[in-house]
Structure formats: structure tokens, C-alpha cells
């Protein structure tokens, strides 16, 4: 998926990327048309960006993150679900930013910015060749 990041501190650091989740749901209940689950969920993520007030300041971040989750998924005929769940990460990201200018004064930093997020999913899945 896509993310818009803003982290604010002593720089205001405005990013965009792409991320990878993944959920290890076990289910709790699973009936023909509902099935309630919890499990970890892990992410990754690449973004890119810079400072607020600096666009020739490159800033690229690596992610991680892990967290509980719980989610609902409920059958709508044979192809289709709804799904929603909700969950928390304790998110990590590291990376480095240089600065790209034609200045003669070059500067560059490490970057490690630790976050907790909560977050809702919404989904439409289609099922093809799956049983209950």
C-alpha cells in the first residue's frame, strides 16, 4: 500500500512510500458467513521525502513495525468478503538524509524515528475456490 508520513520534531519531516503488511490470523470464531480472528501483523515499509522546510534535503527511511491486531471478516455470497480490523504497531524507522544543494557546504545525518500507531483496515476480498 501507500503512506503519507509526518513526523514532527525538531524538523518537520514530510515523507511518501509504499509498505507490506502481513497478518498470521487465527481464527477464534468461523462460522459459514462470519469469522472473528486476532494474531500479529508485521510491516515494512521504503519512504522518501525531506525537510519541511529544505526541499534539497533527501531523506530515505527503511520501516519495520509489529503489533497485535483483531479483524472480522464476513462471507457476502461465495466470492466476496467485507473485512475490517483494527490493531497497534510499535513502528521503527531508519535511514539516512543528505543534502542535494549546490552549496559548497555539504551535510548529511542518520535518521531513527520510533513511533506507536494505531490503525482500521477495510477491505473487499474475493474468494475463488475457497470452502468454509
Avoid: C
Avoid at 501483523?41 to 525537510?51: P, T
Avoid at 471478516?73 to 549546490?102: M, P
Amino acid at each position: 500500500g501507500y503512506e503519507s508520513l509526518t513526523f514532527e520534531d525538531e524538523y518537520d519531516l514530510e515523507m511518501d512510500g509504499f509498505f507490506m503488511s502481513n497478518t498470521f490470523g487465527f481464527g477464534v470464531v468461523r462460522t459459514r458467513w462470519v469469522r472473528v480472528w486476532l494474531g500479529p501483523q508485521v510491516m515494512f515499509s521504503v519512504s522518501s521525502g525531506n525537510l519541511e522546510n529544505n526541499s534539497d534535503f533527501d531523506i530515505t527511511l527503511l520501516g519495520i513495525g509489529i503489533g497485535p491486531v483483531m479483524g472480522v471478516n464476513v462471507n457476502i455470497g461465495k466470492l466476496v468478503t467485507l473485512a475490517l480490523d483494527v490493531g497497534y504497531h510499535l513502528r521503527f524507522y531508519f535511514g539516512t538524509g543528505e543534502d542535494n544543494s549546490s552549496s559548497k557546504t555539504y551535510y548529511d545525518a542518520d535518521y531513527e524515528v520510533h513511533e506507536q500507531t494505531p490503525f482500521v483496515n477495510f477491505s473487499i476480498l474475493f474468494r475463488f475456490g475457497d470452502t468454509y
